[in-house]
Structure formats: structure tokens, C-alpha cells
């Protein structure tokens, strides 16, 4: 039985940081593409990035590139998403999910991803 949990969620004032943990279980974080989304209020949940099965291949929605950091820990078979510079934009439930079908390419539509987490909520204060 494959699971997500993630942690790390919270209550930051703008300029701060976080740093979200996916612990994997059931599955390999090595040998599928993990990604992360977000979900705002009113939204429709979104693509914010992913991490391929080599390692080497890093995805960034444009909206947090150079701001957010995506990384994983093999021997925890735990996904990161270190989130710097935060902006109150940023608020929403951060998901973990992991892409089982397609190993070989990163893909970004919420609908071709398998397994998701739980959530955990991000709130950036101005």
C-alpha cells in the first residue's frame, strides 16, 4: 500500500521560509517521478515541482523558480520542497504525489499523477 505523508506545512510571514518532507512509503522515491502541487483558495490544484527518477531532472513551475528547491533523501525515501522567499501568493495545501505510470519524463497535470498525499497547509502572512 503505497503512502504519502507530508509535513513541514505552517504560519510564515512573507520573506520567510519552509521546508515541506514527503515520507514515501510502498513505493521507491528513486524509481518514479515525484512531484509537488498546490492548491490556493478557489483554485484548481497546480503544478509546482517534480523531481525525475535519476535525480538529475528537476521541474519548476515558472511562479517559484528560483525561490523553491526540490531534493530528496534516498536512504529516507523522503521527497523535500525547501521554499524560500515566500510570498503570500504562496498560500495554499501542498501536496505530495508521485507519478507511477511514466518514469522517463517529468509531467505536470495533476490528473497523471497515482498516488497523493494527505496535504499540508502553507499560509504566507503579509
Known amino acids: 500500500q503505497v503512502q504519502l505523508v507530508e509535513s513541514g506545512g505552517g504560519l510564515v510571514q512573507a520573506g520567510g521560509s519552509l521546508r515541506l518532507s514527503c515520507a514515501a512509503s510502498?513505493?521507491?522515491?528513486?524509481?518514479?517521478?515525484m512531484g509537488w502541487f498546490r492548491q490556493r483558495p478557489g483554485k484548481d490544484r497546480e503544478f509546482v515541482s517534480a523531481i525525475g527518477w535519476s535525480g538529475g531532472n528537476v521541474y519548476y513551475a515558472d511562479s517559484v523558480k528560483g525561490r523553491f528547491t526540490i531534493s530528496r533523501d534516498n536512504a529516507k525515501n523522503t521527497v523535500y520542497l525547501q521554499m524560500n522567499s515566500l510570498k503570500p501568493e504562496d498560500t495554499a495545501v501542498y501536496y505530495c504525489?508521485?507519478?507511477?505510470?511514466?518514469?522517463?519524463?517529468?509531467?505536470?497535470?495533476?490528473?497523471?499523477?497515482?498516488?497523493w498525499g494527505q496535504g499540508t497547509q502553507v499560509t504566507v502572512s503579509s
Open positions: 504525489a508521485a507519478d507511477v505510470t511514466v518514469a522517463v519524463v517529468i509531467r505536470t497535470r495533476p490528473a497523471l499523477y497515482d498516488y
Open positions: 510502498g513505493l521507491t522515491v528513486t524509481s518514479y517521478t
